[in-house]
């Protein structure tokens, strides 16, 4: 099967899984085998809010987290970017992230994958920044998703402390509107209640009118046919 031709839809693993090993094999540093340790790097957590490495890509691989290649390509390429983001230029660390970066299409294609370079997901800070915001935003439940996504294409330039007031009065906003949904939910039940014995007592009513009516019709019928014995007589 020609290589290039190998669709990107769905994952081949054993292809995959060396892919991995050639990448181990070439990460003379180890510093992609596991992951970083927040005690031997200190301050790495505070910089890199996605973490990648290739015993995890290895594992996700094995236990069928990923459904295509371009998944697993999505990964060595996050990892490759944490790296580049973390150390500093002309470092070893930064250096070899680098020679990975140009590296391993090439790897790929001896372990019978197609990536393509351009179609590979490398989020940038302003990206997870605004990815953050919004798993934040779900979280908390305080507000929905398209009022984050419209917020957050507004706000771009506004200052930190003028957005939290913002934010703020939205929620309080929020808050007095529900409270005023209920109060006419309540009201509006109220009023139907009345309706109900309103029509109740018509029917009432009207069930008495006509019975009156037909004892006033045997009343008129009785003095009749007594007339009707009189004249006889």
Same mark, same amino acid.
């Given at each position: 099967m020609d290589v290039s031709k190998r669709p990107r839809e769905e994952l081949h693993k054993e292809q995959c899984l060396s892919f991995v090993k050639k990448l181990w094999a070439a990460d003379t540093l180890a510093m992609f085998h596991y992951p970083v340790s927040a005690t031997e790097v200190p301050g790495y957590y505070d910089v890199v809010e996605t973490p990648m490495d290739l015993s995890?890509?290895?594992?996700?691989?094995?236990?069928?987290t990923y459904r295509t290649d371009a998944?697993?390509?999505?990964?060595?390429? =996050?990892?490759?970017?944490? /790296?580049?983001?973390?150390n500093e230029k002309g470092s070893q660390w930064h250096d070899l992230a680098k020679q990975f970066k140009k590296q391993y299409l090439t790897l790929a294609r001896e372990s019978g994958l197609s990536f393509d370079a351009d179609q590979a997901f490398i989020p940038t800070k302003k990206v997870r920044d605004d990815e953050s915001t919004l798993r934040k935003a779900e979280k908390k439940g305080e507000e929905k998703l398209e009022d984050v996504l419209q917020a957050m294409e507004k706000d771009k330039e506004i200052?930190?402390?003028? =957005?939290?007031a913002?934010? /703020?009065r939205r929620t309080t906003r929020g808050k007095a509107d529900q409270q005023s949904s209920d109060f006419s939910s309540g009201r509006g039940n109220d009023d139907s209640d009345e309706v109900v014995s309103s029509d109740e007592?018509?029917?009432s009513d009207s069930g008495s009118g006509s019975y009156d009516t037909e004892e006033d019709e045997d009343s008129l019928d009785s003095e009749s046919a007594s007339k009707d014995d009189d004249d006889d007589k």
């Open positions: 995890t890509i290895r594992k996700n691989i094995e236990q069928g998944e697993v390509e999505n990964d060595v390429v =996050l990892m490759l970017s944490n /790296a580049l983001d973390f200052p930190l402390e003028q =957005l939290r913002m934010y /703020a007592e018509d029917t």
